[in-house]
């Protein structure tokens, strides 16, 4: 490959350069801009090179004609090369954006080699060079999309009175009891990647009282639904002296506020990736409360063959959730559906004092949440009716040991929020580099 930097002679910093969104607006009309970015689509005749120009914020036709001096430099471009134009901004309605720039200086970044993406490409394709495809205009949405959740879940939470603590990714044990774990070698000993920070979060409840930890989280399920992430980004707030209203009315409060304010302040960005902001507004707490046996009870009306005991997988909660308009909460799983950790609801014995909120329209499950066993002894009790081994769990006992207090907690998974938000079809497009039950590259 020939140098690529060769025109890449002056310096500009960004600030003297324009964003395409910003000048897609009729105050630029006639005047001069400086754009930098990437061929997103090139046509050229002998007249005329038209190249639609991308940054990060949008993209705009740009012309350039066969008398410029930049007219051969123009043709010979590919999608992707990545070039800095100035020229002059004029109105043209048959433009993609509406607007399309003449061009006056065009110089050269890296004209790279033919991109590999073209149109109809298998999937499977797509996720090998998911490290060029992250550049599509869907994942570029996507991402900046995901941004601003995770900026209001972090404002909601921020305004709440909560504390950011990190947490652990190795640990000795899984967080969940099951087996679904990553297991590495630490320097001889076996370890685990973490499957939820939630043991960590609980101690640090006693330090700053509501806390909350957003990190990846690991499951080593072979689910091969379009919902379950090996790795997955998980916000799990814990809150001290809350029992499990209060904690079911916070996870309302907060799937309302971001909702809300997605759709508020960024309808165009939601329109374009494929959900109507005005169902985002329309998101209201208090969301619905169903037990769990009248959730098998409407499963079962809805066509599900489901028994007393059985768990919610992908089928059922899509089953339940299709027709739904707002989330609705599951509560009072049996306990031995549930982890270790869960308190028993002392008006419905055998039943925990959790619930899971399942989003609607078929997306299913986002929040998983419960009152936590806070007394030594049932804890302990649980820990060995789970077969775990107690050793591991010294130091989480050790909460219950001094000045335990009531408390509550709860994991939202953020591609799943996102899923639902953006009604994305699969949870991989959730995350720019997924990693499912047969994909860890790139
Ligand atoms: O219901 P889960 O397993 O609960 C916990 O891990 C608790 N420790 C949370 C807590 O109370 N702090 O997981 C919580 C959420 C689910 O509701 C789901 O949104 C998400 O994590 N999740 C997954 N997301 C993507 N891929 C997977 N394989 C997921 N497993 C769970």
Redesign the pocket.
Known sequence: MSDPFISFQRKTSMSECNHIKDILNDEFIGKKVKLKGWVYRHRASSKLVFIILRDSTDVIQCVVKSDSEFFEAAKDLYIESSIEIEGTLRKDDRAPTGYEIDVEKLNLICKGEPFPVTKDQSVEFLLDIRHLWLRSMKLTRILEARHYIIEYLREFLDKEGFYEVPAPLITKSG??GGSEVFEIDYFGEKAYLT????LY?EAAIFALEKVYVLAP?F?A?P?RTR????E?W?L???MAFYNNKMNMEIQERMVEYVCNKMGKEHGSLVKKIGRDPEYLLGIKSPFERISYEEAIDRANKLGCKMKLGDDFGADEEYILTKDLKQPIFITDFPMELK?FYMAENPNNPGHALCS??LAPEGHG??????EREWRYEVLMDRIKENKLNVKDYEWYLDLRKYGSVPHS?????I???IKWMLNLKH?RDAIPFPRTINRFYP
Do not use: M, T
């Open positions: 967080a969940e499957q939820s920070s939630q979060a989280s499951r399920e689910s919902r379950h992430l090996a997955y998980h799990e707030p814990e982890a899971d909120l499950e986002i929040i998983g949440g419960s907690g709860f994991g939202l998974g591609e799943r929020f949870i």
